[in-house]
């Protein structure tokens, strides 16, 4: 069975203190790897696609890696408004249907 | 990306009636999708609206709870029909932005049944 699983669930950082987020998969035909912010009462926001295992990218103090088993998303010396719940989702291919699976999300609180 | 406006962005309704639930995207898309967020779990497929068919319905999911209107390229509805306690969540719909811009979403309506 496809599976998505987000770890940890809540982290509380300090200013400036680095950490990482994962997400590891089981998936059959993965197409794409995405991340996602989420603002308390908002819809989430595109972060990043990535496709296949090594490749990374990057936006601002957040870099998204990829394996073949997990993504990581690595927040540089975060601020307070970096505060946010970070989903990521799979895209699988199967006979071709795509199909779209989220994590149930890290909720990040980063301290002034 | 694509822009969507959903409303209303919250809710408070009694069990036993029903509640639509709106989208509007700025650009021609094929597909919408609905989602529904229930508090400390990850997002879930709902159903697949294409213009001028019949929505996909996921698994757990049926046309008599959840029916879907698409009546164009911009705009569809979800209603939540019959509503229960267990109905309430956070429902949001979204379009397929593609590679570049993955999925935009909504920015959702939280319904709370009582």
């Known amino acids: 069975e496809d599976q998505v699983t987000q770890s940890p669930e809540a982290l509380r950082l300090q200013e400036g203190e680095s950490s990482s987020l994962n997400c590891s998969y089981t998936?059959?035909?993965?197409?794409?790897l995405f991340w996602y912010r989420q603002d308390p009462g908002k819809g989430p926001e595109f972060l990043f696609t990535?496709?296949?295992a090594g490749e990374e990218k990057e936006k601002e103090r957040l870099k998204a890696t990829l394996t073949k088993k997990e993504s990581f998303l690595h927040i540089t010396a975060p601020k307070p408004e970096d505060s946010a719940t970070y989903l990521c989702?799979?895209?699988?291919?199967?006979?071709?249907?795509?199909?779209?699976?989220f994590g149930t999300g890290t909720r990040l609180k980063v301290l002034a | 990306s694509a822009v969507i406006s959903q409303k209303p962005s919250r809710d408070i309704c009694q069990r036993g009636t029903s509640l639509t639930i709106q989208c509007q995207v700025d650009?021609?898309?094929?597909?919408m999708f609905w989602y529904r967020q229930q508090p400390g779990q990850s997002l879930t497929l709902i159903a697949t609206?294409?213009?001028?068919?019949?929505?996909?319905?996921e698994s757990g999911f049926v046309i008599d709870k959840f029916p879907i209107s698409r009546p164009n390229l911009t705009f569809s509805t979800l209603t939540v029909s019959n509503m229960s306690p267990e109905d309430s969540s956070i429902y949001l719909c979204?379009?397929?932005?593609?590679?570049?811009?993955?999925?935009?979403f909504g920015s959702g309506t939280r319904l709370t049944v009582v």
């Open positions: 979204s379009v397929d932005g593609g590679q570049v811009d993955g999925y935009t």
């Open positions: 998936v059959s035909g993965l197409r794409g």
């Open positions: 990535l496709y296949s």
């Open positions: 989702a799979v895209q699988t291919s199967t006979s071709g249907t795509y199909k779209y699976i």
């Open positions: 650009s021609q898309v094929t597909m």
């Open positions: 609206a294409n213009q001028g068919s019949e929505a996909t319905y």
